[in-house]
T-cell receptor, first 114, second 113 residues
C-alpha cells in the first residue's frame, strides 16, 4: 500500500499544453510538498501546504498552481508548458513537527515537454 | 545561493569498507539535518537525521556526525554493501521557514563487490 502516490509516472506533452499531476498520501500527515528535480539533479521546493493552506510558495512561475482539495491530496497544475519545465517532479508529505523523520516522497513524475 | 553543499559528486568504495559522505551548510538557523538515499526512477527515502543540538546519531550501519562550529555534517556507512550504491542527499530543515527541506546536490556512491 503506497504511502505517497503520484500519477502519472511519465508525462510527455507539447509546448503550450496544460497538464496536471496528482498526489495522494495515506500517512495521515498534515503537510504536503512539491519539489522539482532539474537536469542538474538539484531538488528544489516549489510549494508546501499544511492542512489545505498554502504555507510555502517559492519563486515559481504563475503557470504553476497547486491545489489541495483536502489534506491527503496535493495536485499540481501547469499551464502553457515550456521546454524548461521538463524535469522530475516529486510530491512529499510530513508531520508538521518535529521533522526528524523527514518527508516521505512519492516516486516522481518525469515531465518531458517537446 | 546554495545553502547546502555536497562537494563530492561521486564516491567509489570497496564492499565492507567505510563510506564517508560530507555536507556543508551556511544557514545557522537550520535545526534538523537529514540524509536521504535515492535509487534511479524512485523518490528519495529517508535514512537518518540529527538535531542541531546533538553531534552524533547512530542507526545500525549509519552514523551521522554534526560539527556546528564548522557547519559541517557527515554520514558514515560501515560496512558498505553493494545495495548501498545510490545517490545520497544531505538536507537541512528550518522550522521558522515551515520545515522547508533544503537539499544538497547529491553524492553518487558506488560500492564495488
Amino acid at each position: 500500500d503506497t504511502a505517497v502516490s503520484q500519477t502519472p509516472k511519465y508525462l510527455v506533452t507539447q509546448m503550450g499544453n496544460d497538464k496536471s499531476i496528482k498526489c495522494e498520501q495515506n500517512l495521515g500527515h498534515d503537510t504536503m510538498y512539491w519539489y522539482k528535480q532539474d537536469s542538474k539533479k538539484f531538488l528544489k521546493i516549489m510549494f508546501s501546504y499544511n492542512n489545505k493552506e498554502l504555507i510555502i510558495n517559492e519563486t515559481v512561475p504563475n503557470r504553476f498552481s497547486p491545489k489541495s482539495p483536502d489534506k491527503a491530496h496535493l495536485n499540481l497544475h501547469i499551464n502553457s508548458l515550456e521546454l524548461g519545465d521538463s524535469a522530475v517532479y516529486f510530491c512529499a508529505s510530513s508531520q508538521v513537527y518535529p521533522i526528524n523523520y523527514g518527508y516521505t516522497f512519492g516516486s516522481g513524475t518525469r515531465l518531458t515537454v517537446v | 545561493d546554495q545553502q547546502v553543499k555536497q562537494n563530492s559528486p561521486s564516491l567509489s568504495v570497496q564492499e565492507g569498507r567505510i563510506s564517508i559522505l560530507n555536507c556543508d551548510y551556511t544557514n545557522s538557523m537550520f535545526d534538523y539535518f537529514l540524509w536521504y538515499k535515492k535509487y534511479p526512477a524512485e523518490g528519495p527515502t529517508f535514512l537518518i537525521s540529527i538535531s542541531s543540538i546533538k553531534d552524533k546519531n547512530e542507526d545500525g550501519r549509519f552514523t551521522v556526525f554534526l560539527n556546528k562550529s564548522a557547519k559541517h555534517l557527515s554520514l558514515h556507512i560501515v560496512p558498505s554493501q553493494p545495495g548501498d550504491s545510490a545517490v545520497y542527499f544531505c538536507a537541512a530543515s528550518d522550522k521558522a521557514a515551515g520545515n522547508k527541506l533544503t537539499f544538497g546536490g547529491g553524492t553518487r556512491v558506488l560500492v564495488k563487490p
